[in-house]
């Protein structure tokens, strides 16, 4: 089986930072592009970034230029690197991961993390 394990949400005053980390783990023999999604109060799923396994990036408008993401291979984990917060980034933030596992490998699995919870406020 195989877990991812988001890290690093808080409590942060407007402008503040925060990294958030997205540990995956078990079965895996590669993992493909992994994402960043959130989640606010009465609000629907929406992206947040993405990127490839070779390292490109997609971000979403509202995002773009305060917020970084990144990866280790190696390690099977990703970043998010959070800056000059606002209280509309108040959200819970899930990570996903499309990975290939050894009992099936010409499949592409998507698996989720159980989410961080991010809140912006003074």
């Known amino acids: 089986q195989v877990q991812l394990v988001e890290s690093g949400g808080g409590l942060v005053q407007p402008g503040g930072s925060l990294r958030l980390s997205c540990a995956a783990s078990?079965?895996?023999?590669?993992?493909?592009?992994m994402a960043w999604y959130r989640q606010a109060p009465g609000k629907e799923r929406e992206l947040v970034a993405t990127i490839t396994s070779g390292s490109s990036t997609n971000y979403a408008d509202s995002v773009k230029g305060r917020f970084t993401i990144s990866r280790d291979n190696a390690q099977n984990t990703m970043y998010l690197q959070m800056n000059s917060l606002k209280p509309e980034d108040t959200a819970v933030y899930y990570c996903?991961?499309?990975?290939?596992?050894?009992?099936?490998?010409?499949?592409?699995?998507?698996?989720w993390g159980q989410g961080t919870q991010v809140t912006v406020s003074s």
């Open positions: 996903n991961a499309d990975v290939r596992r050894p009992d099936y490998s010409n499949t592409w699995f998507r698996y």
């Open positions: 078990g079965s895996i023999v590669s993992i493909n592009t």
